[in-house]
């Protein structure tokens, strides 16, 4: 029998259980914010400095299946500046990004300037403070997930990311959880 969770993964840990790394071995990882089944994996990743939404799963089918890219993800995204309507249109229609040394050109997406700031929990280190300039927030929809694309995609049209929290996978949303709150769910809808 497999089992489902979705958390809220809180800014500063990586989305994996065990790490290799030699030189800084104190990272956090997800394994501290629950007791999970062994083979427990995330579903897709969030940057350590990136927050918000990971389902993880037992199933590596159901891993795959979210992942190929076809299942919508959504991240509200605070950048630096007040982010124009021609950026918003450039980032709509996808931009040029790198990926590992290569010129990437990213898919058509969903992008909206959200009006309200969101609420989310107030993270471990503070993003600014308006002494340093205005900030504004976006929605961006999108179904690929290449390494660091988000952020890659609000520099290149000149609104570097100060801060992204992942919103929605699927029809699974972040809802009203807590930095680093744990929900088991039954399965996943996506």
Request: hydrophobic share 35%; charged share 30%.
């Amino acid at each position: 029998m497999h089992r489902h969770f979705k958390i809220y993964k809180p800014y500063g840990f990586l989305s994996q259980f065990v790490t290799n790394q030699k030189t800084r071995k104190n990272k956090r990882l997800l394994g501290e914010l629950a007791d999970f089944p062994e083979g427990t994996m995330a579903v897709g990743r969030l940057d350590e400095d990136s927050e918000g939404l990971l389902l993880l799963t037992t199933n590596g089918k159901v891993s795959a299946e979210i992942t190929k890219g076809k299942v919508e993800k959504e991240y509200y995204v605070q950048v630096d500046g007040f982010i124009t309507q021609e950026a918003v249109e450039r980032l709509s229609k996808g931009v040029e990004i790198g990926i590992y040394g290569k010129k990437y050109q990213t898919d058509p997406c969903t992008v909206d300037i959200i009006t309200t700031s969101p609420k989310f929990p107030e993270r471990a280190k503070k993003i600014r403070d308006e002494r340093h300039g205005p900030t504004s927030w976006i929605s961006v929809i999108l179904r690929e997930g290449k390494f660091r694309q988000v952020k890659k995609m609000t520099a290149a049209v000149g609104f570097p990311t100060l801060r992204l929290v992942r919103v929605r996978v699927g029809s699974e949303h972040l809802d009203t959880m807590d930095a680093g709150e744990v929900r088991e769910v039954e399965k996943f809808s996506y």
